[in-house]
């Protein structure tokens, strides 16, 4: 079973940076797409960034265009999520996933198969 731990995340003040990351000691990412979701308190779950295993394909919701990067390190196992200008409104629960040995980027939660447990991200105004 795959299994993905997200670390990163904290309490930042607006206008701040974090970057998440989302590893996995065990299995190795291949080519699989990876993508990160959040979910804020009384929200569904949201799609925020995919990204294909090659890393050379990548999608953003509107909302985070040109303040967040996804980013992967194969040769490390690890998924990473830089965001800057961080907003108060980007304050949730952020998840790491991946789409098994599936290459296009999708934004669909569905698509994906096995979730990390979650960071949490708190943006104080």
């Known amino acids: 079973q795959v299994q993905l731990v997200e670390s990163g995340g904290g309490l930042v003040q607006a206008g701040g940076s974090l970057r998440l990351s989302c590893a996995s000691a065990?299995?190795?990412?291949?080519?699989?797409?990876m993508g990160w979701f959040r979910q804020a308190p009384g929200k569904e779950r949201e799609f925020v960034a995919t990204?294909?295993?090659?890393?050379?394909?990548?999608d953003y919701t509107d909302s985070v265009k040109g303040r967040f990067t996804i980013s992967r390190d194969n040769a490390k196992n690890t998924l990473y999520l830089q965001m800057n200008s961080l907003k108060p409104e980007d304050t949730a629960v952020y998840y790491c996933?991946?789409?098994?040995?599936?290459?296009?980027?999708?934004?669909?939660?569905?698509?994906?198969?096995?979730w990390g447990q979650g960071t949490q991200v708190t943006v104080s105004s």
């Open positions: 996933a991946v789409a098994l040995n599936r290459a296009p980027i999708t934004t669909r939660a569905n698509y994906y198969d096995y």
């Open positions: 065990r299995w190795t990412f291949g080519r699989s797409a």
């Open positions: 990204i294909n295993w090659t890393g050379g394909n990548t």
